[in-house]
């Protein structure tokens, strides 16, 4: 058959000229949602995200215990834009990195390094910027000082997106009274009305997440929320660690050897990579059926000899990473945790709905109550405790309603060389529906994720266990039923997110396998929980059959016999008891039950 | 009235036993249970020599502290004192009178000792196998129903009764009908005719069919109950009566043929008293709806019960004849049932004159 | 006869009537309708004269051409075309027999004409008030139930039956007790006592109630059916022997005695033969357990079918008189209710020996 | 409360010394699940459909029928890794821009301007590339000729991933028998066992809405398969367009405006954007409150110039953009898209399952049925409507089964300015189970979409559509339930994706609703034609029972009166078929009856 005549022809050349290489920040520049700016809504948190996240891991990084101001601002004369500004008492910027932090994409000190930290990417706090600048035409400004005597800066800073590089408007020197310190301020489009509650949930978790953290919340047309440190130990910190072996593909590889400085193979390979001593070296080499004395540039230039060392490295068996790169959460903060959102969401279950991508509308007037300190936490516990039958192991009692709470820690894996570790916490009971859809906490690196919990690995993960085998309910193919709380924590030295506005965690099978096996791991608990409860509740039923026909037997006994109808109750009454578990049924159910009243079943139910 | 006196001092011995022996366990912290003989197909037997169902030895442990058990425990103590009572007063009642008597709510609850009949009739069966008691020894008699006419006269409880005058009505056959309650007069009848329901047994006595063939017209109203089965019984072997047995065409009109005949699994126990192995089965017949043109439009489809029904009698070792399996399977075959009115379809009258004498007359009729 | 056959002859007519109208419509290609009178609460009135429920006017269509409708169009011809047979050859049946003479399954399908007797009754009555002849004229009559004895001799279809001489069984009230069947002989009766249930009445035959107290004893198996309401109005009216009413202490109970004395919805079309105007209630009252101190194990807690059937009842124009409310208001907020049988903690005789001669005597009854 | 003694101190000045530019392609060789490489199942399709993309839009703008071979070829001794190949007829690459195309991240013809075309990036071939390279340490390698009698090339690129430039390996002339058209082959790590299912339903969509392509499959250990050319009648060309100024933000338009040849505003309005003419050009800056004689440059200097101009902008009624920017995929194509997709899934029900990103195991052995021409698809129409009833508008037979096919195009509307195009095609009938999801097709500008179903907003609005209104089931916030396919496609300049990957189309709120409004108008149609046949098929019912008891009057009548039994029948059967829809009730049923003996419901059903 013959092509049809053509309409117009555009030549090789022709198409040629309009080739034209793309800048970063044009990229994202129109891809913002891929940055977690596709609306005034999302635009807020996820500027307050990303200033919060460097400060955290700034103040980490140099020791400091965080002190943290967001403020939000609503701008006079413009109801869609809105002023966010954050303060650190971190450690400071040098001024000349300032406009490449703030003004150029993909420039940072945490890409290029193997340690778990919040940012990761080089992208947050300039994209925060851009789009500002997009939405309202002005800069960002920054005001930062190092040390005690030093000159503090004031800076404001534009991005030429053509060129992804930054312009400095303006630099001044000025007074800051605190020692050092950063502040980030911008202005943006915004919905404030509609992004409000994000911006609580966002930080309420992330209070929780990091109790070293003090956090004042200054709000438009409402009052302050302060949140005073809940623990003056800085949480474990996490070291920096060279790449794992058995995570380096051929092409990599090559790169790396071109990069080094180690000119053979064997000292390449105990300096570059983690786990690799002098002996493993040698057996890599001998399995890979390569000499001792290989150099490095032979292996940078020679893809044969690569794929080799490569097949040598998975050969041997080399050690998992150390695990002092990973900073977990801890199971006493993920119980805390839990306790602390019970509270919460007991307060408000109707207003706070698992949050979507997609806002069905605005909710105002959320009323707060600030989060309590773990000293009234802990009176506010043993008040309740005293009124009641002491708790078994994995039970809290929380505003006088009983919950079975227990966490899962897995040792360290790896996957793609990165190594990372799974946290699950699970609270189960009070008095939540038992035919909702359970509330599902979701954080990497101590960062609450928020949205797009559909498109999230962890959600894959829940979703994909069995939670029938743990006595719950759960809808074919989806999350489980009933009244139960999850919190899923990812620490890894890279997380990989499914897009750069690190929202949702990406479908990994190596993370989704950990995710798994701590789920379970809960779920088997928690199944031995429900299981004893069922076995208590099931004796106490027998029991109340028992008991319905102890009076019509004795009196039928005693009209036949003629034996004392009182005196063959009470036996009947014993015998009871002592058949359907005596005492012990009775206090599991004791324990269970948040109204004593309503304690027994009748035959009613 | 003597004998009637010691029989019901030993039967409160036994109840009292019973009861006793419970007081005794609960004392002693145990978990007090009943032995309760079988009444299951798994424990009855055919007995071929005499033709009979009888009970086997098996029993069955009934605890109190047992969920699935501790209401029937109480449940029978529940009937066994309200029998205490009877026999004390020596009075009788029917155990339908026994149910509305110990039915009442449990404490402050929703339940009822009984809900229905259905569940205090067993019960009884149970109470006087445990005791073994019959019922009439523990002061009660089953419901009745069931007519009978015919040329005789009966004397119940002292009256004389002539069934050959007792109208459109009939007289109302009583539950116990031992002989110290009922005697036999005077008769002329040659044989009884039981008929499954009392619409048939209205036909027949509206048409005087009984005059004519001098024989003695008895219904059970289905599934008889033990006094009519009890009086057939009487009249069969007392009189020597032959007995023929009339039912609908479907499983359960042939089983209660069978159990006219051979007794049941439930009352296995009475097999003796109660069985007539001499009884005949004249209809209908899986093979009558061919053999007397009855219109297809008088037949009713099985439905699934009925086949099972069907298959689950078919398993039964009492109903290994040849003849029997060859009625139950064609029933199956056909698919399809008739209701003795279904002759109507012949002529309102079809039945009384033409074919059950034709029947008779042939000895069309199996054993 | 001759009486019969004209009447015979008048049905039959009035049959063939219906049925033609019909074929004339279909042939017109219209859609063919019937005219029922509604028998339904809001068709019947309280005659405060007569004291009884009448009939009103409204009448329903019923087309062969709707869903809903086309079914019972269709069973009302079958079952006028099996009274038509039933009329020419002069035989009568009962209501269930016609029941099982009409049931067949339709064509190759699964469905049958009639499942369950209770959707056939109800044709009958539709057909009785459509063409405007009574059951008995249809040669229809209903199941019986219910038996008599007491101090009268009765002729029933030419046999003379003595009731003071029916031992434990007693006489079976048949269907049709019109003059021309039963006729009344001798009596040395007082009063006629109706008590609701078998077992009650069983009780009060072994005590031989009816002879010391010198009056007819008759139960109706429940609800009692027509024959034995028509039995008791003939009683009360050519005997003038009062009537008492003796039922459960519950809705049903009550509802027992009122369509006895004042008829019902559904037969309002024949109150003016069967409702006995002077009925009077003597029991269960719902103040009879505390003033005859019932131990209150023996009480039944009411359900919400219980409350709801009260509430429905008291709406109903001839449940106005004051007692009648009171007796139904105090049941309802005691939320209890008592079998007969309640009273026999009170002892087994208690109530043929204690409670009915005392209520008797005190002229404790309702009107 | 004093901040405890911090363990180790890094100073501003020590983390400066780690800040380092990070180069686009470190970044996506680190996040490389954002473009669609997170598996080797998956590397395997998005690599063929990067480089299938980029051919099928070169032919499109050269005015060529595109005639392409797919190959696939298994590596020896490595069952992870194969070669992919992919040959166009297209115009070819002229020399000196093929390293660039192939070997650098965000480069290409399609980024800076508004067209509709299925790359719109600059990733994603060079980005198939760097995979290959990582995983297997091989150059991409491209042969281009660009015209009869030119010389062609051959040449392998390499990408540096430290600074996302192309490094040229080997540049040979060689010979090509045809007159024109590229060869791109590489090798990666892939896994073609579970990934063939994927790559065939790619195929197979492709070429259903690309019916001017002629497509030719080679892959390992299988029968080639070959798709002619089904149309010689190219698709309708989109234009380029200018911004519409009602999607332009303030910064965009200084930025636009510092650009700008045009001295004064009015021109520059005039000319950088579209639907601007003289008059409209004064109406802004007369609602603007500006003068005609800005200049251009003022307004790139001053924010609130810029920001008066955007509200004037705003106050400005401007028409709509053009729709000659979008090539929709029509009616007609999209029904027979669907006609044709019912025709495979009704064959492979069994064996296909909606897809999802984690496939559960890998399905092997799957037989495919070469999709049919046109004239051949219109020959069995022809010949299965000749046994029928003629079908009724909407209705289609396909092998026998009755479908109704409806679909709708909605107007273009504008997002951020970027003109789209909404179609939706929906199929229902046929032996499909009542209970199973529906099956959904997503497309944007032609391209099927296979992954992250789940995170596309197409998936979001179908599923926030009513369905229960149109007579579907629909489980709370799911996909409906019921016999139907829908088939969904996204026309526009600038599609918005959630990743680089392509997969999943964003939330934005604007296209959400335009699809909302065009399944809503198929609903519409859906829901007449259900409740037509649901109406007949109650007056089936009715006549049904009618009958049942006509036989069973006519004998009682006949009993009664004498009347001849047949006649009074036989009149009352013509009567009930008058009553209940005469001959139009057996019409409809006749043409939703699959098998004319079952037609007729019986008392059992």
Not at chain 1, 476 to 491: D, E, F, N, S, T
Not at chain 2, 109 to 116: L, S
Not at chain 2, 140 to 145: D, I, M, V
Request: hydrophobic share 35%.
């Amino acid at each position: 058959e013959a092509p049809a005549k053509p309409r117009r022809k555009a030549t090789a050349e022709q198409m040629a000229q309009r080739q034209r290489e793309i800048s970063v920040s044009e990229f994202f520049a129109k891809n913002r949602h891929l940055l977690g700016f596709d609306s005034p809504t999302k635009a807020l948190l996820t500027t307050v995200k990303e200033a919060v996240d460097n400060s955290l891991d700034a103040c980490e990084e140099s020791g400091i215990l965080p002190d943290l101001t967001i403020e939000i601002r609503a701008v006079p004369g413009a109801s869609d834009r809105f002023v966010v500004s954050v303060e650190d008492n971190g450690p400071g910027i040098v001024k000349a990195q300032v406009p490449k932090i703030f003004g150029k994409l993909l420039y940072g000190s945490k890409f290029h390094r193997l340690k778990q930290s919040r940012g990761q990417q080089g992208i947050g706090i300039s994209a925060a910027a851009m789009y500002g600048q997009i939405t309202t035409g002005k800069p960002v400004q920054v005001w930062t000082k190092t040390g005690k005597g030093r000159p503090a800066h004031r800076l404001e800073v534009q991005l030429d997106t053509r060129k992804n590089v930054p312009v400095v408007l303006s630099d001044t020197e000025v007074d800051l009274e605190k020692d050092h310190g950063t502040t980030v301020e911008l202005e943006l489009q915004a919905d404030y009305g509609r992004g409000q509650r994000y911006l609580l949930r966002y930080v309420e978790q992330t209070v929780l997440a990091n109790p070293h953290l003090a956090l004042t919340f200054l709000r438009p047309g409402a009052d302050p929320l302060v949140f005073p440190r809940a623990s003056t130990e800085p949480p474990k910190e996490a070291l920096e660690i060279k790449p794992h072996p058995h995570g380096v593909e051929v092409g990599t590889l090559m790169l790396m050897a071109t990069e080094s400085k180690y000119r053979d193979v064997r000292s390449f390979l105990q300096n570059s990579f983690s786990r690799v001593s002098g002996g493993v070296a040698d057996e890599i080499l001998g399995n890979a059926g390569l000499k001792r004395t290989l150099r490095t540039q032979q292996l940078a230039d020679d893809r044969e000899l690569a794929e080799k060392l490569r097949q040598g490295i998975l050969d041997t068996r080399i050690m998992a990473p150390s695990t002092n790169c990973l900073s977990p959460i801890g199971d006493e903060l993920i119980r805390q945790g839990l306790i602390s959102f019970l509270s919460v969401v007991e307060e408000e279950a109707e207003e706070l709905p698992q949050l979507e991508l997609l806002e069905k509308g605005a909710r105002r007037g959320r009323k707060k109550a600030p989060v309590k300190t773990s000293e009234e936490k802990q009176a506010e516990l043993e008040k309740a405790a005293a009124d009641a039958v002491p708790p078994e192991p994995g039970e809290e009692i929380i505003k006088g309603k009983k919950f079975f709470i227990v966490s899962s820690t897995r040792p360290p894996k790896v996957y793609r060389g990165n190594p990372f570790q799974v946290e699950v916490g699970l609270a189960y009971g009070g008095d939540w529906p038992q035919d909702k859809t359970i509330e599902l906490y979701r954080f990497a690196n101590r960062v609450p994720l928020l949205f797009q919990r559909g498109a999230c690995g962890v959600t894959d993960a829940v979703m994909k266990t069995d939670w029938k085998k743990y006595e719950l309910q759960q809808p074919r193919g989806a999350l489980p039923v009933g009244p139960m709380a999850l919190l899923v924590h990812i620490a890894s030295v890279w997380v990989p997110f499914t897009s750069e506005s690190k929202e949702a965690i990406a479908h990994y099978p190596e993370l989704l396998a950990e995710i798994r096996l701590a789920l379970q791991d809960c779920g088997r608990k928690l199944a031995a929980f429900i299981r004893k409860r069922k076995a208590a509740a099931y004796e106490l039923k027998r029991r109340s059959i028992f008991e319905l026909y102890i009076d019509e037997l004795a009196r039928s006994l005693h009209e036949i016999t003629g034996a004392d109808r009182e005196k063959v109750k009470g036996d009947l009454v014993v015998l009871a008891r002592e058949i359907t578990g005596g005492e012990e049924t009775d206090e599991i159910l004791d324990r269970v039950a948040s109204n004593p009243k309503k304690r027994r079943p009748t035959d009613e139910e | 009235m003597a004998t009637r006196d010691v029989t019901a001092k030993k039967t409160l011995a036994k109840i009292e036993a019973l009861a006793k022996g419970v007081v005794q366990e609960v004392k002693k912290r145990k978990n007090p249970r009943l032995v309760v003989p079988l009444r299951t197909l798994s424990n009855v037997q055919f007995n071929a020599k005499k033709k009979i169902i009888e009970l086997g030895a098996d029993k069955q442990e009934r605890a109190f502290f047992n969920v699935a058990q501790a209401k029937k425990f109480m449940q029978t103590f529940l009937v066994a004192s309200a029998c205490k009572e009877l026999l004390e007063v020596g009075k009788t009642t029917s155990i339908r009178d026994l149910y509305y008597m110990t039915k009442h709510t449990l404490g402050d609850t929703r339940q009822n000792t009984f809900d229905e009949q259905d569940e205090s009739d067993p019960i009884i069966e149970d109470l006087e196998v445990t005791v073994d008691a019959l019922r009439e020894e523990l002061h009660l008699f089953a419901n009745r129903k069931g007519l009978m006419v015919g040329p005789m006269t009966v004397i119940d409880s002292g009256d004389t009764i002539d069934l050959r005058r007792q109208g459109s009505g009939g007289w109302g056959v009583p539950s116990i009908v031992e002989p110290n309650v009922i005697r036999f007069g005077k008769t002329e009848a040659k044989y009884v005719l039981l008929v499954e329901k009392e619409a048939v047994w209205s036909r027949f006595n509206e048409d005087k069919y009984w005059k004519k063939e001098q024989c003695m017209l008895i219904h059970g109203g289905g599934q008889p109950p033990r006094g009519v089965r009890r009086l057939v019984q009487r009249m069969h072997s007392e009189l020597k009566l032959p007995v023929y047995v009339l039912v609908d065409n479907d499983p359960w009109g042939f089983y209660i043929y069978s159990v006219i005949k051979q007794g049941s699994i439930n009352l296995a126990y009475e097999s003796m008293r109660m069985a007539v192995p001499g009884a005949r089965f004249v209809g209908i017949s899986s093979f009558d709806p061919e053999r007397y043109r009855l219109p297809d439009e008088t037949a009713i489809r099985m439905d699934d019960g009925d086949h099972k029904r069907i298959k689950q009698m078919l398993e039964y070792p009492w109903f290994e004849k040849k003849q029997w399996r060859r009625e139950l399977e064609a029933m199956a075959s056909n698919n399809k049932k008739y209701e003795i009115e279904a002759l109507s379809r012949r002529g309102i009258s079809f039945i009384t004159e033409e074919y059950l004498p034709k029947k008779l007359r042939d000895r069309d009729f199996l054993e």
